[in-house]
């Protein structure tokens, strides 16, 4: 079992900055692979980024590569999105999730077991 925690979300204005954070309860949080996923009002949710394991491998939704960096460290149990030139389009429930399969990271929303409860990220124009 994984709980998993987010913060950091806020308030920011179009062109700046806000680093998210995910932190996973539990000792097997170095096997998963981890993803961050994202739901506007009014609009399925969608996936934003995905990191291995390791950390060696990550993949971007097309509409924040170049602009958000996803990261872990293990030893913290915690995975990080970093998240430069927002736009108003990125505001949204983020929320990152952790996948168990051991297949590795993927950009598909149900094959990760655990979510955790969201954290607000608002942009304005």
């Known amino acids: 079992q994984v709980q998993l925690v987010e913060s950091g979300g806020g308030l920011v204005q179009a062109g700046g900055s806000l680093r998210l954070s995910c932190a996973a309860s539990?000792?097997?949080?170095?096997?998963?692979?981890m993803g961050w996923f994202r739901q506007a009002p009014g609009k399925e949710r969608e996936f934003v980024a995905t990191?291995?394991?390791?950390?060696?491998?990550?993949y971007y939704a097309d509409s924040v590569k170049g602009r958000f960096t996803i990261s872990r460290d293990n030893a913290k149990n915690t995975v990080y999105l970093q998240m430069n030139s927002l736009k108003p389009e990125d505001t949204a429930v983020y929320y990152c999730?952790?996948?168990?399969?051991?297949?590795?990271?993927?950009?598909?929303?149900?094959?990760?077991?655990?979510w955790g409860q969201g954290t607000q990220v608002t942009v304005s124009s």
């Open positions: 539990g000792r097997t949080f170095s096997r998963y692979a």
């Open positions: 999730a952790a996948r168990s399969d051991g297949l590795g990271p993927g950009p598909r929303g149900d094959k990760y077991d655990y």
């Open positions: 990191i291995s394991w390791s950390g060696g491998i990550t």
